[in-house]
């Protein structure tokens, strides 16, 4: 019975003392590596989140800070923490706090730096301990786990190594040194052929023309649409590096769909990443009737490779004309100036972030789209995919994230251009150096890089299931790595809550292994539409 009575106290004086502790994620911590707009509690008011312990979150590979943000509401309390990982040669890790002290009576965020040292491949895991003093004998051990893969081609090692271990020799950093050294001159010599041929490129290409004023580019908000442009840069062709002898084809498109940058106007941005943006714009045509319009770019420190892509998959639209895919409407390319791609503005959203905001509404009170919705949208994405693939074209990238919706629930299918920068927790490098949807890809696209209109239904089946998620991010609990091996398998995304079962069903047949075996997107429409129709009766 003393020893009954003795548990209960000590179990009071945890709670209490504990009671005055919060430590956990913010909601953009959380959104940064698992997509998700929530805040993440492993203490709150005391109460510990054994669930949130327990569980292994993915680091993203363009992720190297963690924040984690505390307070102590009731006085001080003493702390002491390390970090372990599997491979030091890896992972360093790095805290911007003392081992141990006082943690702070204000909410405050402290960082851990986890960057891949980029000399050996391995999936690391890194485990934060945290002992918490709450009496003089009584000590609470807080466990924070973590996992990243790292990408290099050589043999991983595998030691479990304290944070106060040796960084990695010298060595490595004198031969990366040596390397870089080596690029950046290959780089520099480039650049001066380049220079050279522009220039004499030009001379050649004013013989015999008068001088034409030279575009500059407009950095200002808004610009005054009556003003005088000049017509020299008037279907100018691009002079980016970018654009080889395997270009001809774009450099032909883009000269089609050349526009005056002084007729383009910057108003606010609608969704911005690292080296890219998008804004709502307006254009003014030389009639001088004005429309807004989205406009994709890039910032000034983007390299050229990311200039390429954005023209390159910005360009995959071109000249389609078809209600459920939005078309891109103009380019703008001038000397020493991020390229604007123009596309028309409906008060379109894109599908993925205004999935996500479905989750709450103005009152606060969670809610979903009803099933009647979810269908016609998904009818309205097979749609412009048929017309995509009559075109004879695969989207490869088919997503909520490259969909836009308007207030009437209108979807149209997009580009992907700047999408790997826009949401980059939905891209992963499996150590080839390239940036894929890995978890919307089907099984012969993640293996042998083959698509097809059957690749393209598999990814709609995962956008099916976005939208009955509120754009979830499939397979979350499964590395990267490992999703290949998933589904080969034979496992597969859950059936959603409140999801029909009829609905479900369509989503298995799109993910069937063998590509013959998924239904056409006309087989999808029927089905779809049958559905549909049965759901109307019932309403």
């Known amino acids: 019975m003393v020893h009954k009575y003795l548990y209960l106290l000590c179990a009071f004086i945890i709670h209490e003392c504990l009671g005055y502790l919060n430590l956990f994620l913010t909601s953009q911590e959380v959104q940064k590596t698992l997509g998700l707009d929530v805040e993440l509690y492993y203490i709150r008011d005391g109460q510990i989140n054994n669930n949130a312990l327990a569980y292994v979150m993915d680091i993203p590979l363009n992720v190297d800070n963690l924040l984690i943000s505390w307070e102590s509401l009731n006085g001080k309390l ?8 599997s491979n030091l040669h890896s992972i360093t890790p790095k805290l911007n706090i003392t081992q141990s002290g006082i943690i702070p009576t204000t909410l405050q965020t402290f960082t851990l730096s986890v960057p891949c040292t980029g000399t050996v491949a391995d999936q690391v895991n890194i485990d934060i301990s945290m002992n918490i003093t709450l009496q003089p004998n009584n ?6 786990q973590r996992k990243k893969n790292c990408k290099r081609n050589e043999t991983p090692i595998s030691s479990n190594i304290s944070i106060d271990s040796k960084p990695v020799t010298n060595s490595v950093n004198i031969f990366y040194t040596a390397v870089g050294s080596a690029i950046i001159l290959i780089g520099f010599l480039a650049i001066c052929v380049l220079r050279y041929y522009l220039k004499e490129k030009k001379k050649k290409s004013s013989r015999g023309n008068s001088m034409q004023p030279h575009m500059t580019y407009l950095t200002s908000a808004t610009r005054n649409p009556t003003s005088t442009c000049s017509y020299g840069s008037f279907r100018r062709m691009p002079s980016y590096s970018l654009i080889d002898e395997r270009s001809k084809d774009l450099q032909e ?4 769909l050349t526009i005056q940058r002084c007729r383009v106007g910057l108003n606010s941005v609608i969704l911005e990443g690292t080296f890219g943006r998008v804004y709502l714009g307006s254009y003014t045509d030389e009639n001088g009737r004005q429309e807004e319009v989205l406009v994709k770019t890039v ?13 390159q998959e910005g360009m995959f639209m071109y000249s389609l004309n078809h209600k459920n895919i939005l078309t891109i409407l103009g380019v703008s390319i001038e000397d020493q100036t991020a390229p604007f791609l123009l596309y028309p503005y409906h008060s379109y959203k894109n599908l993925k972030v205004f999935l996500q905001k479905c989750k709450l509404n103005s009152e606060g009170v969670a809610h979903t789209l009803t099933t ?36 009437k629930l209108r979807i149209k299918v997009t580009d992907n251009a700047l999408s790997r920068d826009l949401f980059p927790s939905d891209y992963h ?13 089907a099984i012969e696209s993640l293996l042998q890089k083959e698509f097809s209109s059957s690749s393209d239904v598999w990814s709609f089946g995962v956008l099916l299931w976005e939208l009955t998620t509120l754009a979830q991010q499939p397979y979350v609990e499964i590395d990267p790595f490992e999703v ?15 999801c029909p079962d009829e609905l479900f069903a369509v989503m298995a047949y799109c993910w069937a292994m063998s590509p ?5 997107f006309t087989q999808l429409q029927v089905c779809l539409q049958e559905f549909y129709a049965q759901l109307i009766r019932y309403v």
Not at 139 to 144: S, V
Not at 299 to 311: E, G, N, R
């Open 78 to 85: 003493p702390y002491n923490i390390g970090i372990t990982t």
């Open 139 to 144: 000590i609470t051990t807080i466990k924070i």
């Open 253 to 256: 498109r883009i000269s089609e």
């Open 299 to 311: 910032t000034d420190h983007a390299s050229q490779i990311q200039i390429s892509l954005l023209l």
């Open 372 to 407: 009647q919705e979810v269908v016609d949208m998904a009818l309205q994405v097979i749609q412009g995919m048929q017309y995509l693939h009559k075109k004879h074209l695969w989207h490869k990238d088919l997503a909520a994230r490259n969909c836009v919706v308007d207030d």
């Open 429 to 441: 490098c499996l150590g080839d150096n390239e940036n894929r949807p890995i978890k919307w890809m």
């Open 484 to 498: 290949a091996a998933y589904l080969k398998d034979g496992y597969r995304l859950a059936q959603p809550v409140n």
């Open 516 to 520: 013959s075996e998924r239904p056409t």
